[in-house]
């Protein structure tokens, strides 16, 4: 049976009205990866459980159309416990089991809670999909969409709802950047007009810094989530 997954607001940061299990406890933040093909959702999800793991407990669910592609990967990394890794087949097109129907996904998440909790966070990585991307506020109580300077640098000024309203934005791959001739300040200028004050972050896997950004964006999450979540 799925846990009541009613918000009681939007607002960024908001909790969810479903923040604590049945028998009470604190469930699992949830935060979910979207954004478009091959812009690098799996490898950040990948770099964030590295992390991550010595830290927090977390688990994974994938989202893939046919295949389980994305959790092989992810276990062939070896990333975290195969028991720690689940997958989900849409079936059909990745917005369907992330926006609309969620019941696929939302079992995946109280499985892994039950079978390894307590978890402190579950990332929910969608199939990859188009601009137009986004959760379900009854799947995730976060959001990130992630786009990479090889897609173009218009993306951000085209806007999209995972552009515009997710509640990070990352800027994948600027290693390349020189490569495809995307300027990176003008993605930074573009990003900043649609999302005002929401957050951007630029990152290169296969950097120094590497997914640090979002790694500090989630432990905010995790620490705001920690303290307005507790249960009565």
Request: some cysteine; overall charge negative; proline content about 6%.
């Amino acid at each position: 049976m799925h846990l009541d997954h009613t918000r009681t607001h939007d607002a960024p940061g908001a909790v969810s009205a479903d923040a604590s299990r049945p028998d009470g406890t604190r469930r699992a933040l949830r935060v979910g990866l979207g954004g478009p093909v091959g812009s690098g959702k799996t490898a950040t999800v990948a770099a964030l459980c590295r992390a991550l793991r010595d830290r927090y407990s977390l688990a994974v669910v994938t989202n893939d159309i046919y295949t389980r592609e994305d959790a092989e990967f992810l276990l062939r990394e070896a990333v975290l416990p195969p028991e720690r890794i689940t997958a989900v087949e849409t079936g059909a097109c990745p917005h369907t089991a992330i926006r609309d129907d969620i019941s696929a996904n939302l079992e995946a998440v109280e499985d892994l809670e039950d079978g390894v909790g307590p978890l402190d966070l579950i990332l929910v990585e969608s199939g990859g999909d188009n601009l137009t991307a986004t959760f379900s506020k009854g799947l995730v109580d976060a959001q990130v969409f992630v786009i990479d300077v090889a897609g173009g640098d218009d993306i951000p000024r085209k806007g999209g709802p995972g552009v515009t309203t997710a509640d990070l934005l990352v800027v994948n791959k600027t290693d390349l950047a020189p490569h495809v001739g995307s300027d990176l300040e003008r993605m930074a200028r573009d990003a900043k007009e649609q999302r005002g004050d929401l957050p951007v972050v630029f990152t290169s896997l296969t950097g120094a810094s590497g997914v640090a950004p979002v790694a500090e964006w989630v432990r905010d999450r995790l620490a705001a989530w920690a303290k307005t979540a507790a249960p009565a």
